[in-house]
């Protein structure tokens, strides 16, 4: 399949043409936008912009950035979802991005794109209403996997089991959750959270029919059963002011410990999401948006987390921290860590919305 995929690179490249060029964000941007991609555990940054095409080079650098995803099977193979600019996705580990045909993923808002566990040409893109899939790496998209109408509600969230990828679940703007058992044939709400975004769904490494549900303000949403009956988690956040305000989730590769960018700073649970406690950070609680946090999934000692200007790096589980300075004056909103070297990290950004 990564054969398949290159050849696609190639082919790509070609058609594109002059249609890789204009990206941007308001009038105001500078170009230091897009994504920024450390090969030394965050000591050093490179802004990964370059669109090639037919007619010229491209750049990415004035985007903003909404979400960054990796394809399980190929750590070469990263997604990018941007505010106004849809989505474009890199088989060359950001060392040049590409457009997919599909006329409706070129602009918009694109939240989330996840790729298929099992099948790396399989791959889901959120974009307003609808959920496009794509089983042929982007040659042809279907629009219609979902499509949401009530009015005023989006979808946000999408993940892929990884024991059997036909189960498919979306978060969406209203607190609501769907899942799929086809592939996105058919859905079913198994989860009415409120009326706030699902801001995180996780499927547990570990068992799959462990699913936790982030939200912007209700805490989280817990299943150990494949979404037949839900626990809410919130009391367990009382202590900590805003804890329930989740931006992000990760967990590593056991299933075992996640973490959560919170309203309050950082949290951290051993048990899937049951339980929870604050990590120690060089800021005080509630004093810096963290919307981009991750850690090697294999050693969850090593943790990473952007705010404002700064990137920290804490390789002892979070009792200490050291820091860099990113090279850009917009917020960072993801970051993803490479599980094959955890010394490889992206962080994606965006400029404050007014």
Request: hydrophobic share 40%; glycine share 10%.
């Amino acid at each position: 399949m990564r054969t398949s995929k290159l050849a696609l690179l190639a082919c790509t490249i070609v058609l594109l043409g002059a249609g890789c060029f204009g990206f941007g964000g308001s009038s105001t941007n500078t170009a230091d936008g897009g994504v920024y991609k450390s090969v030394n555990g965050g000591q050093d940054w490179a802004q990964v912009a370059a669109v090639p095409s037919s007619k010229g080079v491209g750049t990415i650098a004035a985007t903003n950035v909404l979400s960054l995803s990796m394809d399980p099977q190929d750590n070469q193979a990263i997604y990018l979802g941007t505010r106004e600019n849809g989505m474009l996705y890199s088989l060359t580990a950001t060392d040049a991005w590409l457009q997919p045909r599909t006329d409706g993923l070129k602009d918009g808002s694109i939240p989330a794109v996840t790729v298929d566990p099992q099948d790396v040409c399989t791959v889901y893109v959120a974009r307003g209403a609808r959920v496009y899939k794509t089983d042929n790496c982007f040659r042809s998209a279907d629009s219609e996997i979902y499509v949401e109408t009530r009015a005023d509600v989006l979808v946000l969230k999408i993940a892929v089991d990884w024991f059997n990828s036909q189960v498919v679940w979306i978060g969406l703007s209203n607190g609501d959750v769907l899942k799929s058992e086809n592939g996105g044939g058919t859905w079913r709400t198994v989860l009415t959270s409120g009326r706030k975004d699902v801001t995180g769904i996780i499927v547990s490494n570990a068992d799959s029919r462990v699913v936790l549900v982030a939200t912007e303000s209700d805490g989280f949403y817990k299943t150990t059963d494949g979404g037949v009956t839900w626990t809410q988690v919130e009391k367990e956040l009382k202590d900590w002011k805003n804890a329930t305000r989740v931006h992000a989730l990760v967990q590593d590769a056991t299933g075992t410990t996640v973490l959560s960018a919170s309203g309050y700073g950082i949290m951290k649970s051993v048990d899937f999401g049951t339980t929870w406690a604050p990590l120690s950070l060089l800021t005080a609680p509630g004093q810096v948006t963290i919307n981009a946090v991750g850690m090697d999934p294999n050693n969850a000692s090593l943790i990473y987390y952007a705010a404002g200007g700064t990137f920290y790096i804490s390789t002892d589980g979070g009792s200490n921290w050291d820091t860099q300075r990113l090279p850009t004056t917009r917020q960072p909103q993801v970051l993803l860590v490479d599980p094959k070297d955890p010394n490889v990290v992206y962080v994606g950004v965006a400029s404050v919305e007014k």
